[in-house]
T-cell receptor, first 113, second 118 residues
Framework: GAVVSQHPSRVICKSGTSVKIECRSL??????MFWYRQFPKQSLMLMAT?????????EQGVEKDKFLINHASLTLSTLTVTSAHPEDSSFYIC?????????FGPGTRLTVL | AQSVSQHNHHVILSEAASLELGCNYS??????LFWYVQYPGQHLQLLLK??????LVKGIKGFEAEFIKSKFSFNLRKPSVQWSDTAEYFC????????????????FGQGTILTVHP
């Protein structure tokens, strides 16, 4: 399967700071990438669809001003959690859309103190 | 909107036992179906997928799944599990031929944790 990387794998930050997570599609160009959030012992919750060269599409209930998504190139999408609070602590996962199949990154564990 | 239901939250088996994990979905149109696996500490990996054709699909590591359209089901099976199959398994659906903001979107089931004892 395709290879998707995320950086960092873990991050700990103070409340009120912003954190940027990178998602890279390493072996194919991805016009569309997705960002998910996974709570402990729960399934993946889609946060937004990231489209190269255009604005992201957010799912209902996801604050677009809090979770900024930028997809400036066909291999890189970034998620910035702005003014992070402890309730934003979670596991964030990205995926790249190939031909009708999503390939997932390893995830980023965010802990907000 | 589509939804996916996985019947078992946690399945515990001994090695060599047979496995069947249930997955049902609801959607008014044609779907592409997927099973993903997440081994402890690792990322989601594609186990198998069904788009069209033979409803019995074979995936990696001896897994297979059968699409039964009349039952809206896509159950995952393996005749003989191994300790290394211990993982969490997710069923997911994607609307086929969808355009616009629905293109490529996956809806996941709740996940089933499989524990295999040696």
């Amino acid at each position: 399967g395709a290879v998707v990387s995320q950086h960092p794998s873990r991050v700990i930050c103070k409340s009120g700071t912003s954190v940027k997570i990178e998602c890279r599609s390493l072996d194919f160009q991805a016009t569309t990438m997705f960002w998910y959030r996974q709570f402990p012992k729960q399934s993946l919750m889609l946060m937004a669809t990231s489209n190269e060269g255009s604005k992201a599409t957010y799912e209902q209930g996801v604050e677009k001003d809090k979770f900024l998504i930028n997809h400036a190139s066909l291999t890189l999408s970034t998620l910035t959690v702005t003014s992070a609070h402890p309730e934003d602590s979670s596991f964030y996962i990205c995926s790249s859309l190939g031909t009708d199949t999503q390939y997932f990154g390893p995830g980023t564990r965010l802990t907000v103190l | 909107a589509q939804s996916v239901s996985q019947h078992n939250h946690h399945v515990i088996l001994s090695e060599a036992a047979s496995l069947e994990l249930g997955c049902n979905y609801s959607y008014g149109g044609t779907v592409n179906l997927f099973w993903y696996v997440q081994y402890p500490g690792q990322h989601l990996q594609l186990l198998l997928k069904y788009f069209s054709g033979d409803p019995l699909v074979k995936g990696i590591k001896g897994f297979e799944a059968e699409f039964i359209k009349s039952k809206f089901s896509f159950n995952l099976r393996k005749p003989s599990v191994q300790w290394s199959d211990t993982a969490e398994y997710f069923c997911a659906v994607m609307p086929a031929n969808a355009g616009g903001t629905s293109y490529g979107k996956l809806t996941f089931g709740q996940g089933t944790i499989l524990t295999v004892h040696p």
